[in-house]
């Protein structure tokens, strides 16, 4: 009788384009890091090539937040089924919208029990954090304490 591993492994965002580079190396820092509009100081996520209020083609790095800071559901949705084999094993697990700095950002809630799960909702206090995993480092949301809608 023979036996079989599989190695799951999680699928990953390409961090080779330049425009996210300071976004990804950030996260390793636990920090969360957009681009700035070096004419007009306009922070933009996700990062495009032209600053949207005065088409600016020079950007900066600017850190907009770190560890356990605040942020707000803008919008989420609770994954019950995983297509992919490394998600499926975390189901149920939320994915959330957060507004955050004047800017929108996407993760997954961390550290929530699935009663937990039945507590968020559109304006649900979060606070970033960040999951390192499989070498790399995700943007995240857990749970504010005490937190109601
Ligand atoms: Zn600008």
Redesign the pocket.
């Known amino acids: 009788m023979s036996s079989t591993t599989t190695t799951v492994t999680r699928s990953l965002p390409d961090p080779v384009d330049p425009m996210f580079a300071d976004f990804f190396e950030g996260l390793a820092r636990h920090r969360i890091v957009v681009r700035a509009?070096?004419?007009?100081?306009?922070r933009q996520w996700p990062p495009r090539p032209l600053?949207?209020?005065?088409?600016?083609t020079e950007f900066e790095p600017a850190e907009v937040a770190g560890e356990g800071d605040d942020a707000v559901v803008y919008t989420f949705t609770v994954v019950h089924r995983g297509f992919d084999p490394y998600f499926s094993r975390h189901v149920p697990y939320a994915v959330l919208v957060v507004d955050l700095a004047g800017l929108r950002l996407m993760g997954n809630l961390t550290g929530a029990d699935p009663a937990a799960l039945a507590e968020i909702g559109c304006g649900s206090a979060v606070r970033v954090a960040f999951e390192d995993d499989a070498g790399r480092t995700f943007l995240a949301f857990t749970p504010a304490a005490g937190a109601t809608r």
């Open positions: 509009c070096t004419a007009c100081g306009t600053c949207l209020s005065c088409h600016g």
